[in-house]
C-alpha cells in the first residue's frame, strides 16, 4: 500500500502532530477551534481528522480517528496501529517539526558557520527548512529516536 494519508490534527493534540511530522508525514496543526473549519480542510485536503473532541463527527470528515490517550506516545501509537501505517526511517526528520514543510538538503559548505564546529566535522549531510531556515542533521539524535520508535511502536 503505498497511500500517504495526510493529516490534520485539533488543538489538544500539538504534540503528537509534531511527532507525526518527526516520522515524515504531513500534519497540518489546526489553532482554529471551529469544528466546521477541520471539517472542511478535512475534506477539501483529505486529510484525517486526529482529535479528542468527541462532538466531531466522523461523517462530515474525509476520516476522523478518535485519540484516546493524553499520552503523546500512545497517541502516535493509536495512530500507527489503526492505520496499518507502515514507518519508513528514510523518511523520518524530512520535514520541519515546527512548520510542517519537507526539508531541502543543503551543501556542507553553506552551513559551515550556521551550525556548531562539533556538528560540522561529524556530519556530512544538512537540510534545511525552506520556512523558518532551521538546520538539520542526522545527528546522535537522530539515532536515539529510531531507536526509541521501534521499542515503543
Ligand atoms: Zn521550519
Redo the contacts with the bound molecule.
Sequence with gaps: MNYEPKFIVDFMCGRLAKWLRILGYDAKFSRDTSRNKILMDSLRENRIILTRDTRLSSKKAYKLILIRSDKVREQVSQVIKELHLKLDKNKFFSR????N?V?QSISKDSVRDCVPQYVYETNDEFFY??????IYWQGSHYTLFVKEVEKNL
Excluded: T
Excluded at 96 to 99: K, N
Excluded at 129 to 134: S, T, V
Design positions: 520541519c517539526s515546527i512548520c514543510v526539508v527548512c525552506p520556512e523558518c531556515k532551521r
